[in-house]
């Protein structure tokens, strides 16, 4: 009976949803959105190669524009990790089963260095290419987690443990505020790139951006740190011993 | 008939409310803690597809710049994109969050379903 009742409100919602969805501009055609009429995004389109030297101007927008957002993306998951390892630190009745598979282990082992690569590769080429930071520190956590769940986490700890993880965390955070820093030094604002007088290199190699590359680099470790942490403490099974 | 246009021209607004819905339904209906998580996620993705879909212009390219010949003279919305990292990042954290609670919840109550929850009794310290 309840159940009835969540459906009417749920049926409800989306037939307001309905009217609401004729009011909105037609799709595609960018009538509130479209850098035609909408200057801010004019100016990250137009003169993304002039202000950066980075040729993705999604990353331009994410280190430089508005670095000091991803700054606050970073501390969300910093602070996300500080909550769940607060709370799941001490549970000692809980262990990892991992299966006893050969075929699983042997082609986990044959296939983690592809996927670190990959995940290498990925954030290197971020900012003149699609992919970036956030997503190859997730490809590289999979690598490790694939190799977590083969080979249990014991085998997992024996390299990179909660401790070394959460200071490779920690160090890649500091990273990011030294690297912005440098403009402060310089004597212009927080994280501010081409204007402080960092070389921006030749647009469209690898190492160019000026400090694009390097935070590039300190968010792919962020992330990876986050989710291998989060992994090892959530994905957890109860053993009887 | 402005509806039916409005489902003709804005469809990819019409998915995302309808996974709006469904992820709104499965909050209230399910029972199971880990399932209100779902929905909770679901709901999430449909808010990342409304937003990047609010940022498509018609015959738009990816916003990735070309130094050697001239590019495209219309890309699609940049912002929107950057804003629904944001929220990817934003919904990790909660769902990791969530889960700890509930592993919390379970080791408490020895249940995850919200009605064995209630009929134990709310126990209090």
Redesign the interface.
């Known amino acids: 009976m309840?159940?009835y009742i969540?459906?009417i409100?749920?049926?409800s919602?989306?037939i307001l949803?309905?009217?609401?969805?004729?009011?909105?501009p037609?799709?595609?055609?960018?009538e509130?959105?479209?850098?035609l009429n909408?200057y801010?995004?004019k100016k990250?389109?137009d003169d993304?190669?002039d202000d950066t030297g980075v040729?993705?101007?999604?990353a331009a927008?994410?280190y430089d524009y508005?670095g000091f957002?991803t700054l606050g993306?970073a501390t969300?998951?910093y602070?996300?990790v500080l909550?769940?390892s607060v709370?799941?630190k001490n549970?000692k009745k809980y262990y990892f089963r991992h299966t006893e598979s050969t075929y699983l282990k042997t082609v986990s082992k044959l296939i983690f260095p592809f996927i670190f690569v990959y995940g290498i590769y990925i954030t290197l080429y971020g900012h003149?290419?699609?992919g970036g930071a956030?997503s190859g520190g997730v490809v590289i956590a999979a690598g490790f987690i694939l190799i977590m769940l083969s080979y249990g986490k014991k085998y997992c700890e024996y390299f990179l443990d909660y401790y070394r993880a959460s200071m490779i965390e920690s160090l890649s955070m500091l990273w990011y505020i030294t690297v912005g820093l440098f403009s402060v030094l310089a004597g212009y604002q927080f994280l501010s790139n081409k204007i402080a007088g960092i070389p921006t290199g030749v647009?469209?190699s690898v190492f160019s951006g000026g400090s694009i590359f390097l935070l590039n680099a300190a968010v792919a470790i962020k992330v990876f740190g986050?989710?291998y942490i989060?992994f090892s403490?959530?994905a957890l099974e109860e053993v009887e011993r | 008939m402005k509806v039916l246009y409005g489902i003709l021209n804005n469809y990819y607004y019409l998915a995302a409310f309808v996974l709006f819905c469904i992820g709104f339904y499965i909050i209230l209906a399910s029972p199971n803690l880990i399932k209100k998580v779902i929905g909770m996620n679901i709901m999430d993705t449909s808010v990342f597809l409304f937003i990047v879909a609010s940022g498509y212009i018609k015959d738009g390219k990816v916003p990735i710049m070309s130094t050697s010949t001239p590019g495209p003279t219309v890309y699609v919305n940049p912002l929107t994109t950057a804003f629904v990292l944001t929220g990817i990042v934003i919904a990790v954290s909660k769902t990791a969050y969530a889960l700890t609670l509930i592993t919390k919840i379970h080791d408490f109550y020895g249940s995850i379903d919200i009605d064995n929850i209630y009929k134990s009794g709310w126990k209090w310290l």
């Open positions: 309840k159940k969540y459906f409100i749920s049926v919602l989306f949803l309905l009217f609401v969805n004729s009011e909105l037609p799709f595609g055609s960018g509130n959105t479209s850098y909408n801010v995004v990250y389109v993304v190669l040729l993705s101007s999604i927008i994410l508005r957002d993306e969300v998951l602070t996300s909550a769940v709370m799941l549970e003149i290419s699609p956030f647009a469209g986050t989710i989060l403490f959530i």
